[in-house]
């Protein structure tokens, strides 16, 4: 079956940089769209950035300028770089995976910013 691992989540402060990781197993990577999300508390899960099958990519407006999502369709994994990060950017994140009615998540990884 699908499995995600997302890593790469801890305390940053505002203004620093993370990049988080997600690696994919059980399925045909390169035939999913992979995406991440973020929840933060109190709220309702949100998309932040997808990569493509074809490797494009779209960024929510929030995080446009300052998050990068790619892909390594060889190495099964997706990755988030995220820069100029904000307070408001903390929260866990979670890496998906769909195709056709296929929609898995991983168990998050959380991102705290603080000063």
């Known amino acids: 079956q699908v499995q995600l691992v997302e890593s790469g989540g801890g305390l940053v402060q505002p203004g620093g940089s993370l990049r988080l990781s997600c690696a994919a197993s059980g399925f045909t990577f390169s035939s999913y769209v992979m995406s991440w999300y973020r929840q933060a508390p109190g709220k309702e899960r949100e998309l932040v950035a997808v990569a493509t099958t074809g490797g494009s990519t779209v960024n929510a407006d929030s995080v446009k300028g300052r998050f990068t999502v790619s892909r390594d369709n060889a190495r099964k994994m997706v990755y988030l770089q995220m820069n100029s990060l904000k307070v408001e950017d903390t929260a866990v994140y979670y890496c998906?995976?769909?195709?056709?009615?296929?929609?898995?998540w991983g168990k998050g990884t959380l991102v705290t910013v603080s000063s």
């Open positions: 998906n995976a769909r195709y056709f009615t296929t929609n898995a």
